[in-house]
């Protein structure tokens, strides 16, 4: 069962996430005006510069909210799940580093709560990539898994650490640690795994309070 702080921390995401989305909406719609009006030079470089950074901004506070905050039949829907996902890592790319998402969910009929799995697979994934690469977020037998290929793909150790359950306060590893305890709240196992420049996260039956099994980290042969 969730708990009732973990609640209040998503109904806290859910309304920064909210509060700050409406500045940032109209920051996106002062530079296109502005862009109407037309410039050149250092002027359009500069309103170009605020238009990416603004897009990414909303991106993101769109992403967060799916990921972080309390699930939403509204927000996270088959179609505004996958479009979160590839707005997110559209934002995130640039001609040295883009992300591709490969495959990703399309059943309907499904919970708010599965989606925020695949979008919190979705951005464990990047941590995985620092040179980008592709991602695939794919349906299993009870459960659901990532994988992600690129240069020198592989988990951080504070990210591998969290994954397999331990105790760590730091802030790089609080989305693994998020994954885990979700995981185990829906009866699922998270277990990552590693095989030369690929590397991903399943989630398979077999979590939950009453389980006699822990979260574990396991490389797979090549």
């Not at 996430?17 to 409406?22: E, F, I, P, S, T």
């Amino acid at each position: 069962m969730v708990s009732d702080a973990a609640r209040r921390g998503e109904s806290v995401v859910v309304r920064l996430c909210h509060d700050l989305a409406g500045p940032a909406g109209a920051l996106v719609n002062g530079v296109e005006l502005l862009e109407m009006e037309g410039v050149e030079g250092f002027a359009a470089e500069a309103l170009g510069l605020l238009r990416a950074s603004a897009r990414a901004l909303t991106a993101r506070l769109e992403f967060f909210r799916a990921v972080f905050g309390a699930p939403s039949s509204r927000v996270l829907k088959p179609v505004v799940a996958r479009d979160t996902a590839q707005a997110y890592l559209g934002q995130l790319g640039d001609k040295a580093r883009v992300f591709v998402l490969e495959a990703f969910p399309d059943d309907a009929e499904t919970s708010p709560e599965f989606w925020r799995f695949a979008l919190l697979l979705v951005f464990l994934g990047v941590e995985a990539l620092p040179f980008g690469g592709t991602l695939a977020v794919t349906v299993t037998a009870g459960g659901l898994s990532l994988r992600v290929s690129g240069r020198r793909a592989a988990f951080s150790e504070v990210l591998r650490a969290g994954l397999d359950g331990a105790d760590n306060a730091d802030p790089r590893a609080v989305a693994a640690a998020l994954l885990v305890a979700r995981a185990r709240d829906a009866g699922l196992l998270s277990r990552a795994w590693q095989d030369g420049d690929l590397c991903g996260v399943d989630l398979v039956p077999g979590g939950g309070d009453d389980a006699d099994c822990d979260n574990s980290l396991f490389i797979r042969a090549p």
